[in-house]
């Protein structure tokens, strides 16, 4: 019953979208542009993420996972539950793809209450500095705290050399870590100086913890392990 309701989801999008070509282009060009209220944005392919101009090749990856096999569950913000196959994450448009037969469809992230695939969570996060919505992944979430983590791609041109003609254009993969606390959104480098900040009066414990657990300041998972730590140290001096 699931797929069949992302069939019909799919149908309506596409009729949608036959109708003009330019929303199509607008769709893939821009993931914040939505185009309708349904569950997925067709992909129309062709375009180079960055001007009108004709597609380009591209080396390298836009997409997270290594290949096309994921399944995901996503739940909408109305706390439907939607499984979803042949599924990846677009780093580019900062939301979910997944194949359908000979087309490509991005899940749309308006709908979005959260994505779950291989472990990991997303969720649609805003950035108020820049005011551009994206899927980011959870490392900690709580009611007083949380860090996420941004998946994202950049297109670098390809230089022109008189010799060889011209390179193609490169993918080049990025993260950045966000951190939301006391109504706060700002980066989060994680290193042990930033970590550390966030101990405030529970620093002496915290890195006593962290040293006999050996844990890293750099990797996801002890990250996780430090707030985890953290707010239940919260949580008994309330």
């Not at 649609?124 to 490392?139: A, C, F, G, W, Y």
């Not at 705290?145 to 003609?165: A, C, M, P, W």
């Not at 915290?206 to 657990?213: A, E, F, I, S, T």
Request: proline share 1%.
């Amino acid at each position: 019953m699931k797929y069949f309701l992302i069939s019909v989801l799919l149908i309506n999008s596409l009729t949608a979208i036959c109708q003009s070509e330019d929303v199509t282009f607008m769709s893939s060009l821009n993931s914040n542009q939505a185009i309708d209220g349904s569950l997925v944005n067709f992909d129309g392919g062709n375009y180079s993420g960055r001007t009108f101009k004709a597609a380009t090749k591209i080396e390298g990856d836009k997409f997270l996972f290594d290949n096309w096999f994921s399944s995901a569950r996503v739940i909408t913000q109305n706390k439907q539950v939607i499984d979803v196959r042949n599924v990846n994450f677009d780093m580019e448009r900062g939301t979910f793809s997944f194949k359908e037969g000979e087309y490509l469809l991005d899940v749309n992230q308006f709908v979005v209450g959260s994505v779950s695939v291989n472990d990991l969570t997303f969720k649609r996060t805003l950035n108020p500095q820049d005011n551009i919505s994206r899927l980011m992944e959870v490392i900690y979430e709580s009611d007083d705290i949380s860090l996420l983590k941004d998946h994202n791609v950049r297109i670098r041109e390809g230089k022109f050399d008189i010799q060889v003609g011209q390179e193609p254009d490169e993918y080049v993969s990025s993260i950045n870590y966000y951190l939301i606390s006391d109504g706060e959104f700002k980066k989060f480098k994680p290193k042990k100086s930033s970590v550390l900040a966030i101990f405030n009066d529970y620093e002496d414990i915290m890195v006593q913890y962290v040293k006999d657990n050996k844990l890293s300041y750099k990797e996801d998972s002890d990250l996780k392990k430090m707030f985890i730590k953290l707010s239940s140290l919260r949580s008994s001096a309330n």
